[in-house]
C-alpha cells in the first residue's frame, strides 16, 4: 500500500473551526505520526515525580483535522486500520486524581516498557509479568457540531479517546459526521490495553498508523460502531482467567469492587506492591458486565488472563 | 467420576434457616437434577401468552441447600463445574417489566430451541442465526448471614443468580461462605447466554450439572471469584464481531445505547423483527466495559459474534 502523505501537524482539542491540514477522497490511505499521550513529556530516563510537572494542556495531542471529500452530517466516517509502526517504547502511569481507584492510590507512579517494534513479543513488567501486545488508536474521532474547543479527555458521540482496545489492525471503524467533510484526528496510540484501562493509562507509547477512509452515507449513527475482522482476546486467552467480580445496584462500584479484589488477590498471590498490580490490571485485564438485569444487582467481572503472570 | 448421590430437592429463595438436604466433605461430588428458571412452567409446546401466566413464586428454583463440612464464616467455599447433562429443550423469553430494554419491549415474546444435548452443536434461531452453545449455572450460590427469606433473583455477595457465562465446565467458584455449612444450591441452568444477559433471559434449559466441592480457610473474600480453565470465548470469536458503542457519564446509560444500535444494525442488515434481534443479543452477544477512566463519559460496547449470522 502506497502511502500518499504522512500527518504531522497536531491539535489538542477537538473543535470543528480549526482548518483542515490535508483533504482526502474515499478510498484514499494517509499515514500519522502519533506521539504518546503525554505529547513528549516523558521518555526513557522520566521518574514518577515528572507526572507531577506535566501540562496538561499538552495532553493527548491528537494528528489532522482530516477532511474526507463527500462527508457530511448524517453520513457516517468509514476507517480502517491498516498497520502500526510502533516506536517500541512506551510507559504506564498512575497520575493522580485520575483512574478508577484515584482515591486509593493518590501517589504518582510510573513504570516504563521496552519492546520489540517489529517481533512485538510480550512486553516485560519488571519481574511481575509479560504482558502480550496488540497496538491500537485510543483517540480517534471527527468534529462535534457544537461550535469551540471541546476537551480532548471525554470520548463523545463523534468518538475521540473512546480507548477501545479493538480498534487495532483490520478492524473498520464507523464515526457519525457531523460536520461537513468529518474533520478527522487521530493519536493516544497504545501498545496494550485491557478493556477499562483502569489505572487511567494503557501502554502509552508512539507509533506510526496506518489509515484508510470511506464514506458511508446517510447513515445516521447514534453512536460509533466497528466491526473486527477476527478474534479480539486470543492473545490473552490461552491460560484462562482469574476472575473477580462485583455485585450491587451501581455498574461503576461493581467495577470498583472487582478491581480492588483483584488487586488484593495479585498482592496476596505474587507478593506484587498494590500499585502494580492497579497499573498491570490496566494493561491487560478486561472489565465485562456478566449480568445487568437482575434487578436490583448487576454483576460486574474483571476478567485477568492467567498467562501474563505464569 | 462417581456420584455419590444427585439432589433432587428445591427451594425458591436463600434462607439459612432451611434444613440441609444433603452433607458433603471437601473433595465430594453432587449432582444437581436442575430446572430451567420457570420451574417447568413452560414447554416445548408454550406460547408467549403463557408468560403472562407465570406464578413468579415458583420461579427459578434452586436445588439443595448442600452443608459442606467444614465451611465457616470467612471461608471460602470452591465449587468446581464437572460436568453438565443437557436436555436439548430450552427457551429464551421477553418477560414484559424485565430486561435491560423493558421500556421499549413491552410485549411477551418466547422463542422455542432445540439442541442436540450430547454434540452440543449450535442451536438454530429460527431462520435467522445459528448460537454457538456453552453451558453453565447461571444461579449458584450460598446463604446469606442475613435472617430470613432473600429473593432469588438478584445476585448478592453469596453469588446466586450471577448469570456469569464462564461458569463452565472446569471453571472453580469460590464463594464467600457466611454461615456454618455453607448452605450451598444451584440452578437456572443455560445452554448459552452473551455477558449482560440484555433481554433477561438465556437458553433457560434444564440439565443435570455435577460438581465438586472444596473449602479455602480464612479466604475473606469481598464477592465471588472464579478461575477458567481456558479461553472463555473461542465458541464465538472465529468470524469476529460487530461492535456498538454507548458513550456518556453513566453506565447503565450506555449499555442501553450500545444495545439500542445493535438491535437497530441487525433488524436493517438482515431483516430480523427488533423482538427477535434483542433476544438474539440476549444469548450471544457481550457487554464489555471499554474504558472507565476518562472522565466525565464512558464507553460501553456489545460484541456481537458475526459467526452467528454468517
New interface residues.
Given amino acids: 500500500m502506497k502511502h500518499a502523505h504522512t500527518i504531522h501537524q497536531r491539535h489538542h482539542g477537538w473543535d470543528n473551526s480549526l482548518a483542515a491540514v490535508a483533504t482526502v477522497a474515499p478510498g484514499d490511505v494517509l499515514e500519522f505520526d502519533v506521539l504518546d499521550a503525554a505529547g513528549g513529556q516523558l521518555g526513557p530516563a522520566s521518574v514518577a515525580e515528572d507526572l507531577l510537572r506535566l501540562d496538561f494542556a499538552a495532553i493527548n495531542p491528537v494528528n489532522g483535522p482530516v477532511c474526507v471529500d463527500g462527508a457530511e452530517p448524517g453520513d457516517a466516517l468509514a476507517v480502517t486500520v491498516l498497520s502500526f509502526a510502533p516506536s517500541g517504547w512506551g510507559w504506564t502511569a498512575n497520575i493522580p486524581g485520575?483512574?478508577?481507584l484515584a482515591d486509593q492510590f493518590p501517589q504518582p507512579a510510573l513504570r516504563l516498557w521496552q519492546y520489540d517494534p517489529v517481533a512485538l513479543g510480550p512486553a516485560m513488567f519488571g519481574r511481575f509479568g509479560r504482558v502480550p501486545l496488540k497496538p491500537f488508536t485510543g483517540t480517534i474521532g471527527v468534529a462535534p457540531a457544537a461550535p469551540g474547543a471541546h476537551s480532548i479527555?471525554?470520548?463523545?458521540?463523534v468518538g475521540g479517546?473512546?480507548?477501545?482496545?479493538?480498534i487495532a489492525v483490520g478492524t473498520t471503524l464507523y464515526l457519525p459526521v457531523e460536520v461537513p467533510g468529518a474533520l478527522f484526528s487521530v493519536g493516544d496510540t497504545h501498545a496494550a490495553q485491557g478493556?477499562?484501562?483502569?489505572?487511567?493509562t494503557a501502554i502509552e507509547s508512539p507509533m506510526r498508523v496506518s489509515l484508510q477512509f470511506d464514506v458511508l452515507k446517510r447513515e445516521r449513527?447514534?453512536?460509533?460502531?466497528?466491526?473486527?475482522?477476527?478474534?479480539?482476546?486470543?492473545h490473552l486467552?490461552?491460560?484462562?482467567?482469574?476472575?473477580?467480580?462485583?455485585?450491587g445496584p451501581d455498574?461503576?462500584a461493581g467495577?470498583r469492587?472487582?478491581l480492588?479484589?483483584m488487586i488484593d488477590?495479585l498482592t496476596r498471590r505474587h507478593g506484587m506492591p498494590a500499585i502494580d498490580a492497579y497499573m498491570l490490571c490496566s494493561v491487560c485485564a478486561?472489565?465485562?458486565?456478566?449480568?445487568?438485569?437482575?434487578?436490583?444487582?448487576w454483576?460486574?467481572?474483571l476478567?485477568f488472563p492467567?498467562l501474563v503472570l505464569e
Fill in positions: 485520575f483512574g478508577l479527555v471525554p470520548p463523545r458521540r479517546n473512546m480507548d477501545i482496545r479493538d478493556d477499562g484501562e483502569v489505572c487511567g449513527l447514534e453512536f460509533p460502531r466497528f466491526r473486527t475482522p477476527g478474534p479480539v482476546s486470543r486467552d490461552g491460560s484462562g482467567y482469574d476472575v473477580t467480580t462485583g455485585i455498574l461503576m467495577a469492587a472487582a480492588a479484589a488477590l478486561d472489565l465485562r458486565i456478566s449480568e445487568i438485569v437482575d434487578a436490583p444487582n454483576t460486574v467481572a476478567y492467567r
